[in-house]
């Protein structure tokens, strides 16, 4: 593998975007996103684009793994760096929101900016709730799964987070599943104690995906939502609640390759090292989207319908719950004979399997989705 090293010396001022898989060793009056980083080692994961912003005179030594990684340097009169969202922050200043909800398109710096929010919010002595609702590129849940967590430190990633609570879908695409997503949001709202709560969405936009959002903000009782890009914000218009409409992160963009190999980091996060464990069929419930589904020895069957035949089951993405709530993850190998075989990380005990469109690779290195109607 690839890898450049530079020592970067630069004035106040200047803000080094860098690009992942890196390592940036900062010494002088430095910033990534509210967080103070003079003296640390920051490493920075692929895909991830950081704004690193000099106050005073600093020297920042990078090292740049692979092609995919990189750097540039600009200005902050450039609308890069957190400057851009001084209007949001001073809307939580002023209003104190409880539930926040951020919206716009793909890479348009959602997650980023959550992430700046809960640095400002903790280091103001506010605890913060994350919900991170983006089935297709989540941070603190796998893939086909939301999360829920509060912040108790300043981060730099939300990948570095560990959820508390999960809703399981078991879709990577929000469109067709809108009711079960405001569903998950709800219940995890529900169970966090916060001062503040930032809902975190995927980039589904458009008039659909605006119709959907105001339907899940108008659910959550939102009192600020904020709305990263040129969206229409028509569709958002809703009583009680404040709209600030800020500029997209013109971070560099993401490809559909490294959308894809953020997702597969993920699914290795939550699955590899697990074990093979074997369960009886009958001991246990299956459900796929809240519903029941049967497993026969011919295939899964809803309302009398087979919708997959078994042996499509092996290589399955699914969850392990336990009373509805979700324990652990899975990659089911074999249904037969009334017994089924996985490999999970999960130890603990679990009454029913959640099924989803997503078949992983044995070595989780490609995901495959299913087309099943239910």
Same mark, same amino acid.
């Given at each position: 593998?690839?890898?450049?090293?530079?020592? +970067?010396?630069?004035?106040?001022?200047?803000?080094?975007?860098?690009?992942?898989? *890196?390592?940036? !060793?900062?010494?002088?009056?430095?910033?990534?996103?509210?967080?103070?980083?003079?003296?640390?080692?920051?490493?920075? !994961?692929?895909? %991830?684009?950081?704004?690193? @912003?000099?106050?005073?005179?600093?020297?920042?030594?990078?090292?740049?793994?692979?092609?995919?990684?990189?750097?540039?340097?600009?200005?902050?009169?450039?609308?890069?760096?957190?400057?851009?969202?001084?209007?949001?922050?001073? *809307?939580?200043?002023?209003?104190?929101?409880?539930?926040?909800?951020?919206?716009?398109? /793909?890479? /348009?710096?959602?997650?980023?900016?959550? /992430?700046?929010?809960?640095?400002?919010?903790?280091?103001?002595?506010?605890?913060?709730?994350?919900?991170?609702?983006?089935?297709?590129?989540?941070?603190?849940?796998?893939?086909?799964?939301?999360?829920?967590?509060?912040? &108790? @430190?300043?981060?730099? =990633?939300?990948?570095?987070?560990?959820?508390?609570?999960?809703?399981?879908?078991?879709?990577?695409?929000?469109?067709?599943?809108?009711?079960?997503?405001? &569903?998950?949001?709800?219940?995890?709202?529900?169970?966090?104690?916060?001062?503040?709560?930032?809902?975190? /969405?995927?980039?589904?936009?458009?008039?659909?995906? +605006?119709?959907? !959002?105001?339907?899940?903000?108008?659910?959550?009782?939102?009192?600020?939502?904020?709305?990263?890009? @040129?969206?229409?914000?028509?569709?958002?218009?809703?009583?009680?609640?404040?709209?600030?409409?800020?500029?997209?992160?013109?971070?560099?963009?993401?490809?559909?390759?490294?959308?894809?190999? &953020?997702?597969?980091?993920?699914? %290795?996060?939550?699955?590899?090292?697990?074990?093979?464990?074997?369960?009886?069929? %009958?001991?246990?419930?299956?459900?796929?989207?809240?519903?029941?589904?049967?497993?026969?020895?011919?295939?899964?069957?809803?309302?009398?319908?087979?919708?997959?035949?078994?042996?499509?089951?092996?290589?399955?993405?699914?969850? +392990?719950?336990?009373? =509805?709530?979700?324990?652990?993850?899975?990659?089911?190998?074999?249904?037969?004979?009334?017994?089924?075989?996985?490999?999970?990380?999960?130890?603990?005990?679990?009454?029913?399997?959640?099924?989803?469109?997503? %078949?992983?690779?044995?070595?989780?290195?490609?995901?495959?989705?299913?087309?099943?109607?239910?």
């Amino acid at each position: 593998m690839n890898e450049l090293s530079r020592i +970067l010396n630069l004035d106040a001022g200047s803000i080094l975007l860098l690009k992942g898989r *890196a390592t940036a !060793k900062c010494k002088g009056r430095v910033t990534i996103l509210g967080m103070d980083v003079d003296g640390r080692e920051v490493k920075v !994961k692929q895909g %991830k684009v950081l704004p690193i @912003e000099v106050h005073d005179s600093a020297t920042i030594s990078l090292s740049i793994e692979g092609d995919e990684g990189g750097y540039s340097i600009v200005d902050k009169e450039s609308r890069v760096g957190t400057s851009i969202w001084q209007s949001v922050i001073d *809307a939580i200043r002023d209003y104190r929101p409880k539930r926040i909800m951020l919206v716009g398109a /793909t890479d /348009t710096g959602k997650s980023t900016l959550a /992430t700046y929010i809960s640095n400002i919010a903790v280091a103001e002595g506010l605890s913060v709730g994350i919900i991170d609702s983006d089935i297709g590129q989540g941070d603190i849940a796998p893939p086909a799964c939301m999360g829920s967590c509060i912040v &108790r @430190e300043q981060v730099l =990633d939300l990948r570095d987070l560990d959820a508390d609570m999960y809703y399981f879908i078991g879709r990577i695409t929000p469109a067709g599943v809108e009711d079960h997503l405001i &569903r998950g949001v709800m219940h995890l709202l529900n169970h966090l104690n916060a001062d503040m709560v930032v809902v975190n /969405t995927d980039g589904y936009v458009g008039d659909q995906g +605006l119709r959907y !959002k105001a339907r899940m903000a108008e659910a959550i009782n939102a009192d600020l939502i904020v709305m990263l890009g @040129e969206e229409e914000e028509g569709s958002m218009d809703l009583q009680n609640t404040r709209i600030v409409r800020v500029d997209a992160s013109s971070n560099i963009q993401k490809s559909r390759d490294e959308r894809i190999a &953020r997702r597969i980091e993920q699914y %290795k996060r939550f699955l590899e090292g697990g074990k093979h464990v074997r369960f009886n069929i %009958k001991s246990k419930e299956f459900t796929m989207l809240c519903r029941r589904v049967m497993i026969m020895s011919y295939g899964v069957v809803v309302n009398g319908l087979t919708i997959i035949p078994n042996d499509m089951l092996a290589g399955m993405f699914v969850a +392990l719950a336990f009373m =509805d709530d979700v324990m652990g993850f899975a990659i089911l190998e074999r249904v037969e004979g009334g017994t089924a075989t996985m490999v999970t990380k999960y130890e603990g005990e679990f009454n029913k399997v959640m099924l989803s469109n997503i %078949k992983l690779s044995r070595d989780i290195s490609m995901e495959h989705r299913l087309n099943i109607i239910i």
